[in-house]
């Protein structure tokens, strides 16, 4: 709902709106006073789309336009704005997962990740103070103590396999139990992140400059997987009765059907329907002698989401040697050091065009891709050499190494979401286990 005062005059202009998303309502009341009626037309102008008629415009210095940030498309809001800082007091744990969710949805996750909320206080409180960090360790939930932190946010899940008890001989174990103690949350969002667009890959794939960036493994649609059943009736009454008995499934209202009539006079059948109700139609349809026979059933491949997924493929703009490449993610990473793997018959001066990027421990995903050159974080000895034997070069930065400079990036947007009320930093004592001496 938004709720607006004017005065057509040249007076001040007030603006105040709340937005209903899912169960959230966000306040915004941001400080309007010196807004005045005129024909330019404004950034905030459009996006409060106002139909054709006076426009808005700035007087006094105006908020920037990352001030504004336009942020998740769903079924029932197209755009709401969220940017807002959250005047009324500090946010609450649910509130900050719902942005952090915004910010990365966790169903771009892989399916054998460990993502979202893994410890949860049993006490809810505000959340005035979030820290980030790339792994979680001992030093790093001491940083988090010191500052009174009550929400970390670790790139990496530090619960991951299950534990049949909690003890204090794991190093695991018993950071799970300061945090538990301590009251604080803790929040992994590890391949999420690396899938999103504009996340860890394509902030990995940016340190090479400019380019045409394209995604290695697509991700798509998470919504429920769906099925194409195909059969044919003999006539129309035939497939009246059919149709009648697989309206009684639950959830038959998803189902989307179509028929066209066949060269015999029969009917031919197109019915989708959701995996949960793919069991009951297929009984029914195999106990019609006639359906059974020609029935067909296909898996339906949900649609891509554009710009996500794992790993990113970049054609740059200005090809470099593979010495600058190598100077360049130096720069990027924040490295004195980077490892190097020369593909055959290349040298230092050889030219780069391609490059095939993934972070952390990127192989599975880079591996067998075409490029001038390869960037992850570790790679295994045999998959250097077969990178190498097909002529690409291949840069290592170490597994954490490769992630942990997109923290800062990620805590600036955070930042913007959550406003002044709570305290976002990123770990000084988060660092990768490996060091070059």
Not at 3 to 31: A, D, W
Not at 237 to 262: A, D, H, M, V, Y
Not at 289 to 313: F, M
Not at 358 to 377: E, R
């Amino acid at each position: 709902m938004f709720t607006r005062c004017r005065e057509f005059s040249g007076k001040l202009l007030h603006l105040s709106c709340i937005i209903s998303f899912k169960n959230s309502r966000y306040l915004c009341s941001p400080q309007l006073s010196t807004f005045h009626f005129s024909s330019s037309h404004s950034f905030l102008a459009s996006l409060f789309a106002y139909s054709p008629g006076p426009r808005l415009s700035l007087q006094h210095p105006p908020p920037s336009r990352s001030s504004f940030p336009v942020l998740l498309q769903s079924d029932k809001v197209i755009r709401y704005l969220s940017g807002f800082p959250h005047s009324a007091g500090h946010m609450d744990l649910q509130g900050v997962l719902e942005v952090l969710e915004q910010l990365a949805p966790l169903s771009l996750a892989e399916l054998w990740d460990n993502v979202g909320l893994l410890v949860e206080p049993s006490k809810p409180r505000p959340v005035k103070t979030i820290l980030l960090t790339n792994d979680l360790t001992t030093t790093v939930m001491d940083e988090a103590v010191a500052m009174n932190c009550d929400l970390i946010v670790s790139y990496h899940p530090p619960l991951f396999r299950p534990f049949k008890r909690l003890l204090q001989k794991d190093w695991k174990q018993r950071l799970t139990i300061r945090a538990i103690e301590g009251g604080i949350a803790i929040f992994s969002p590890h391949t999420s992140w690396d899938s999103v667009e504009g996340g860890v890959n394509d902030w990995l794939v940016g340190g090479m400059g400019s380019g045409q960036v394209s995604v290695l493994s697509q991700a798509h649609s998470s919504g429920p997987q769906k099925h194409r059943l195909e059969f044919s009736s003999m006539n129309k009454e035939e497939l009246n009765r059919l149709l009648e008995q697989l309206r009684r499934i639950e959830g038959s209202e998803t189902f989307q059907c179509s028929t066209i009539r066949n060269e015999s006079g029969g009917q031919q059948v197109n019915l989708t329907c959701n995996s949960s109700a793919l069991t009951p139609a297929v009984q029914i349809l195999v106990s019609n002698p006639h359906a059974s026979k020609s029935l067909n059933i296909t898996q339906v491949q949900q649609p891509p989401l554009l710009g996500c997924g794992q790993g990113r493929l970049s054609v740059l703009d200005k090809p470099v040697s593979v010495s600058t490449a190598v100077q360049k993610m130096k720069t990027h990473l924040g490295l004195p050091h980077l490892r190097l793997a020369l593909g055959d018959q290349q040298t230092l001066d050889s030219m780069v065009k391609t490059v095939a990027v993934c972070a952390g421990s990127g192989a599975s995903v880079i591996q067998g891709v075409k490029a001038d050159l390869y960037i992850t974080g570790e790679m295994s000895h045999h998959e250097v050499l077969d990178a190498v034997s097909k002529g690409t070069s291949v840069i290592l930065s170490e597994h954490s190494n490769s992630e942990r400079g997109f923290l800062t990036v990620f805590r600036n947007r955070l930042a913007a979401r959550l406003g002044d009320t709570i305290t976002v930093s990123v770990s000084q004592r988060d660092r990768d286990p490996l060091q070059v001496i």
